[in-house]
């Protein structure tokens, strides 16, 4: 097998149209769904290398609908695993082998954007892997987490969905980008922007880092999942043909949020490259945007240390429940 690829990003970056415009350019397995090895199946099953846990997580697992879209037989997979699993990571490896082997290819990606608190323990357990972190701007997520009502601010908070939604973008960004310099020649960072308005220039890039054709004519002509259809959460602009994905936020986003949304994370906006609307100073409301985001940055980091060393994802999610249709 060729190195495997990690997407990664803040959720609503783009993962899914870049996973995507890799497989319209032919050569990686498609598996139209996330593993989620790290955040969900470890902390749901345990510890991997118990008999009993691997039992359990494969029972569960070939009764999910991940299985049903791997293509895979049963017993076999079912075989490998017991024989070659002690971890999420092994897991991974075992089930996305097995799929490219299947559809005759050498190569698979993972585009599970929660992957980025796991980058290091990732690098590790898969030395020859590759990251691609896709970057967007914060606003344009902010209100497509909002919309699909993914924003998950504190429970006292909900009023401040689009804010709680930009501090998490800042969280999850600067994370990625930090474990992305550790991991030094294996990590790209690319712009949703540049993705969208400018694909060509961007694929051939992408292309030398990966060591992979992507030939922009063949992407097109295949245009697997949202290449062609676009996963949005604003429906209604495909339905009216004006679907814009980039700067949606100067229209859509409400003015007073907006003000305070560059007052939060205008600072790391700006370091990232994007303009702000409000680019005044506003030192009168430095306390409580300080504060604000000092009670985010323990909330993030808190549930993010939960999610993986409680039952939490036990309590919140079914495995077998998991699937992403990419």
């Known amino acids: 097998m060729k190195p495997p690829v990690f997407i990664v990003g803040c959720p609503r970056s ?8 890799l497989l319209s350019a032919g050569g990686f397995a498609e598996f139209h769904t996330q593993m989620n090895a790290f955040d969900v199946l470890e902390p749901i099953f345990g510890d991997l290398s118990v008999p009993k846990n691997k039992k359990t ?40 082998d097995e799929v490219a082997r299947k559809q005759g290819v050498d190569r698979w990606i993972d585009s599970t954007p929660t992957n980025i608190p796991h980058m290091l323990r990732i690098g590790r357990d898969f030395p020859e892997a590759q990251f ?27 009023k401040r969905s689009l804010l709680a939604a930009g501090l998490y973008w800042e969280w999850i960004v600067r994370k990625g980008r930090k474990y992305g310099a550790m991991l030094g020649p294996k990590y790209m960072e690319v712009r949703y922007e540049d993705l969208v308005e400018q694909p060509q220039p961007l694929l051939n890039r992408i292309g030398e880092f990966l060591g992979h054709d992507l030939d922009y004519a063949r ?26 994905p980039v700067g949606r936020w100067k229209n859509k986003f409400p003015e007073d949020r907006l003000v305070w949304f560059e007052r939060l ?9 994007y303009p702000l609307a409000h680019a005044e100073s506003n030192s009168q409301h430095a306390l409580a945007v300080r504060a ?8 993030y980091s808190f549930k993010q240390w939960a999610k993986v060393n409680t039952p939490l994802s ?3 999610v079914s495995y077998s429940d998991i699937l992403i249709d990419k």
């Open 14 to 21: 783009g993962t899914s149209f870049l996973y995507h415009l």
């Open 57 to 96: 997580m494969m029972r569960e697992w070939l009764g999910s609908k991940a299985f049903q879209v791997s293509g895979l037989d049963a017993a076999d997979i079912e075989a490998k695993v017991m024989a070659g699993c002690n971890n999420g990571s092994d897991f991974l490896r075992v089930v996305m």
């Open 132 to 158: 691609i972190h896709i970057i967007r701007d914060a606003r344009d997520i902010a209100l497509s987490l909002d919309k699909h009502k993914w924003s998950r601010p504190l429970p006292w908070d909900r």
């Open 219 to 244: 992407i097109q002509q295949a245009s697997v999942g949202s290449v062609k259809n676009p996963l949005t959460a604003f429906k209604e602009e495909l339905k009216e043909g004006r679907f814009s």
């Open 265 to 273: 994370v205008g600072q790391y906006l700006v370091e990232m490259g």
């Open 292 to 299: 604000l985001r000092l009670e985010y940055r323990y909330f």
């Open 314 to 316: 036990r309590w919140m």
